[in-house]
């Protein structure tokens, strides 16, 4: 194998100049100047280059703010969270903390201190999402550009930024994007370590992961392997000292990851939330159930797990990220990715243990690696923007492996890998028209891409052989230029896509046109719930936008409210029902419908009480929550059969007075909760349709009032 010169700082680039450095004095001014013209060393193209990629990430995950819809869900739990200490620690659905949501809280808290200081809305809830997003591309800039140079930095930052689905999760409220910019301050602390040999930066990754851990559970721990293997490997230390850093790290990793898990299932039951998901009403079963080997082997031992085996992405196989749901999402760059994983690896081949730049390979091909084969191979439900975690890999190899492969192939070095750059700029361009074709005659925004790709491709592969044999350098470098653009037109019409038309579908966000297949589809597929569980989505049953605050909380009614800003079709007093509602023990979705009448109603006929009424599921009562901005219990949580709810407990509300209304199903309801059924409609009262409706005709609702009285 040929061993290569040692890199320049900037592969693949000559350095035609370099400006003076900033006063030796390192004052504000020079620090200022820094800020916007890099260090002195750089290219002078390489700091506004970054600052035009941040901007751009800045306009794809902020364009008009206003339309987000978010995940219902977790917005009525930020909103409860801004009226309850409580609920924000505990991550309740509302704000009288009767039960949780089905993930830990951090990112809850992120958006919910975003709503306290700033007030509760569209832009406060969107606004820690837009900034981490942009951060995580920021962060991966820096942690390439540090081993490989400003074009590598500059072209992994970019690949992110133009990510699908990352755009479409972004603009969203699900927890994804604080889950990637902690795992990204993982990999920097990780790096800082392998470098240095240090103690401190392996615990601070490990704390990052930590927190990780708090916003999505097990899906941190998907890069542990990979964070382990590479510093026990590469790390600048003795290898008991490794093995020591290591051991203290888990020390680490386990408290920061476990404090809250801790701190809750010690609480006594009786006066905190249900553990929304859980069986057992604790912290550990969701972790190791639902949220854990659940999503893996498709089986779980939490009742939240309903929906498990049910896949939004498709049927799980090693070809799932190329399929028609998955493959405009995530695998435009996979191709390269992979090639240049491999050509890295080999051309650093002969390099010492604590070469910083292998190790960089070994932590970003493993975390593609890893993370491809786990939501590929997993059996368990499958949402497609999970796969936002495995962009920072798939970016991060683009920008690396491009400017290896490029410089090999320029210098004629390494000669068997030399010529792997034009393979793989023909594969990955090829690809991308496929991609495309997929989607033929959904618009001229994806025709002109189509067209671009091939183009750009061909005329990039064309260029780099007549360049080397002319030996040509800037015919290389166009030809390297048009490289890049043939493999980010695709990416970025669907991240265009995704920022201008595919914002209201909160649940399950996606980017480009439908392009069929499996639940959920490319593109705005049926939504599915709050984060794979199968059902209705809710969307409010006035039917706004993602943060406006709920009428409720200033009292007055949201009766007839629209939705002008979300572009969603308004539902309650325009259409006269809310599809979300639900049976006491049955699926989400369906049964009893409930209307911005029937909550007015509600509101006008609280009487005190703590909860405004105990629904089925946690859509309906997210729902009602945003419009109302009143407490409402959520009894089987998400799926109807998480056992929040007993005939001990509700008689116990009831006769306090903390709640007088229930719904149910006209048809009962099934397992333990169909014993609540029978006993509300034998002891409650059964409001009529015409106690709120202005219609003629009177109708069974499923919603019954109790009182103190009516406990036995």
Known sequence: MTTLAPPTRDEGVRQHSHRAGPPADGGVKARTRRLFT???DDPRWARPALWAVL???VGLYAWNMSSITGNTFYNAAVYSGTKSWKAFFFGALDSGSFITVDKPPFALWVMGISARVFGFGTWQLALPMVALGTGSVALLYRMVKRDFGAVAGTIAALALALTPITVAITRDTNPDPVLVFLMLLGAAG????????????????AVAIGFAFNTKMMQAYVVLPVFFLVYLWAANASLGRRIRNLAVATVALVASSAWWMVVVDLWPASSRPYIGGSTDNTVWDLVIGYNGFGRVFGESSS????????????????YRMFNDIMGGQ????????????????????????????RAALMLWGGWFVVHYLTFALAEGTFHPYYVTAMAPGIAALAGIGGVMLYRAFREGSAAKWGWVLPLAVAVSAVWAVVLLQRVSGSGTLYTVAEIVAGAAGAVSVLGLLAGRFLK????????????????????????VSAATTASNNGTNPTAGPSTGG????????????????????????????????????NGSSSSGSSSSESGTEASGAESGTQSSGGQMGGGAGGGTQVSSEMIT??????????????????????????????PVISMGGWSGTDNAMTLAKLKSLVKSGQLHYIIVSSDGGQGTNSEITAWVEANGTAVNSSAYSSGSTSSSTGLYRLDASDVG
């Open 55 to 57: 901007v751009l990430a």
């Open 518 to 553: 499996g639940m959920g589809g490319g593109g705005g597929g049926a939504p599915s719930g709050a984060d794979g569980r199968t059902g209705s989505a809710p969307t409010g049953t006035g039917g706004q936008s993602m943060g406006e605050p709920p009428a409720g909380a």
């Open 601 to 630: 109603y509600l509101e006008k006929n609280q009487d005190g009480a703590t909860w405004l009424v105990a629904v089925a599921t946690d859509q309906t009562a997210a729902s009602i929550i945003l419009e109302s901005g009143e």
């Open 303 to 318: 009742a939240g797990g309903a929906g498990n085996g049910a896949s939004f992405g498709g049927t799980a196989s090693v």
């Open 190 to 205: 990780l790096m800082k370590a392998v470098r240095g040999g240090r103690l401190m930066p392996l615990v601070w990754s």
């Open 472 to 495: 040509r350098q800037r015919l290389l470098g166009f030809a390297a230029l048009a490289a890049v653009v043939a493999l980010l037109a695709g990416p970025a019409a669907y991240s």
């Open 38 to 40: 890099g260090p002195p």
């Open 330 to 357: 995530i695998s435009w760059l996979i191709p390269f990715a992979a090639i240049a994983l491999v050509g890295g690896l080999v051309l650093r081949g002969r390099a010492p243990r604590t070469d910083a730049k």
